[in-house]
């Protein structure tokens, strides 16, 4: 989608401090960290939102969880970890093109606000 900020870091035309990128996905560093580590790890095919996602999705929906674990493990975080999904503005999703937040490296509480 052309005017989509996660789709242009996506290919590359927008700029981003990129820890993973495998083909299908990519996860960056968030500009604006909610705690030490905090990624987000995106598709590259646009989908605004996890409940727009269809069964032709659910490979590269299993893949995000794995290439979370991992990036998780690579980062020093592998021990105690969150990974979060804002899917709709009631839940705070502010970007339009599914993420997952992959956050850690201090103590998170439950339960989430
Ligand atoms: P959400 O509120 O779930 O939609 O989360 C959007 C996240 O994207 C926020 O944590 C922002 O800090 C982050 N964000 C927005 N634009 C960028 C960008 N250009 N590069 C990295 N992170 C971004
Ligand atoms: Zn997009």
Not at 31 to 52: F, G, R
């Amino acid at each position: 989608m052309s005017d989509c900020i996660f789709c242009k870091i996506a290919s590359g035309e927008a700029k981003a401090r990129i820890v993973l990128d495998d083909g299908d996905l990519v996860a960056f560093l968030d500009l604006n960290p909610q705690a030490p580590t905090h990624v987000l790890i995106v598709p590259k095919k646009h989908i605004a939102k996890l409940s727009d996602a269809v069964p032709e999705d659910e490979a590269m929906l299993g893949r995000i969880q794995l290439a979370a674990a991992k990036i998780a493990a690579q980062m020093g975080i592998g021990d105690g970890f969150r990974l979060v999904v804002n899917n709709g503005r009631k839940a705070g999703q502010a970007v339009d093109h599914l993420h997952y937040h992959l956050l850690g490296g201090r103590r998170l509480q439950w339960p989430p606000g």
